[in-house]
Every structure is written in structure tokens, then in C-alpha cells.
């Protein structure tokens, strides 16, 4: 109890939290590392990452489990859902919608007593409408474009 450790554990899981708090951006570990560096130049990204994680056990923060790619964090305990852009990967958040919109009808229908449940909306960002706007005047890649051409080449 005497010695610095604690007291330093307990700092940087401080700088963690403040600087997760002031980010709209949802970051990853390795994001809010960079970030948490420039405060405390020796603290490493397994101590960040493990901050993370206490913090979200704690319920002080939040963590995105989105489909592929990084795990995000959340300082924004207040209810709202999150959208990702399949393009960028960037997590904004939507606000505004119902609270509960379908735990009545899982309860009727399962029997179970229903706590909360997942929801992940996903598309593409407004910066990135914009820039597949651009490829495809450009004549630009499309990956798919072979395939459907080798079927119509069959029949
Ligand atoms: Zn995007
Ligand atoms: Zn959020």
C-alpha cells in the first residue's frame, strides 16, 4: 500500500478514462495510446489496453464489439446505438431513437426475462459517399465486375 505502484496504476487508468471521455471517435487501444503517450510518456499499450478492459468491467466505459477489425471504446455511458462505416471503419453514434424497441416482443416470444441486446447499424459514412462517387466516374475498380461477366459468358 505504501509504495508508488497503486498510486500510479490508479493515475493511469486515469489519464485512460479522461482522454477516452474526451473522444467522440469510439478509439481503439491503439488510438487512445497515442493519445494517453503525450500525457504519460512511459505508459504502455498493454497497461492501456488493460485499463480498457477493467474500465469496461468496472461499467465505467463501454466496449464496442463491432464485426471485424479493432475493438472500439465508449466513454459515453448514456443510451445510444452506433453505426460503422464499412468503408473507413469510423463508429458514429445515432441518437434519438426509441429506447426499447424490441425487448416486449423477445420476452413474449422466448419466455426469457430479456436484459438488453446488441444493435449494429452499418453503411457507408458521408465522407465516403462522396468518394465512391468519385471512383465511379473515374471508370474505377470494381472487384466484382469479372465474375458476373464470366456467368452472362456461360449461358
Ligand atoms: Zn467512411
Ligand atoms: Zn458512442
Redesign the pocket.
Known amino acids: 500500500m505504501g509504495d508508488g505502484k497503486p498510486r500510479r496504476n490508479t493515475r493511469q487508468r486515469q489519464v485512460v478514462l479522461e482522454e477516452l471521455r474526451k473522444l467522440a471517435s469510439h478509439p481503439t487501444a491503439v488510438e487512445l495510446y497515442e493519445i494517453a503517450r503525450r500525457r504519460l510518456p512511459k505508459i504502455s499499450l498493454a497497461t492501456v489496453y488493460r485499463n480498457l478492459e477493467l474500465l469496461t468491467r468496472m461499467g465505467i466505459a463501454r466496449k464496442l464489439e463491432t464485426r471485424g477489425g479493432q475493438a472500439r471504446f465508449d466513454g459515453d455511458l448514456d443510451r445510444h446505438y452506433h453505426v460503422r462505416?464499412v468503408?473507413?471503419g469510423?463508429v458514429d453514434d445515432v441518437r434519438g431513437l426509441p429506447d426499447n424497441p424490441v425487448n416486449g416482443a423477445v420476452e413474449e416470444v422466448s419466455g426469457y426475462d430479456v436484459q438488453g441486446f446488441r444493435l449494429e447499424f452499418f453503411g457507408?459514412?458521408p465522407?465516403?459517399q462522396g468518394k465512391f462517387e468519385t471512383e465511379t466516374e473515374d471508370g474505377g475498380f470494381n472487384p466484382q465486375g469479372y465474375e458476373v461477366h464470366e456467368r452472362s459468358g456461360d449461358v
Do not use: H, L
Request: one cysteine or more.
Open positions: 462505416c468503408n473507413c469510423r457507408v459514412c465522407g465516403c
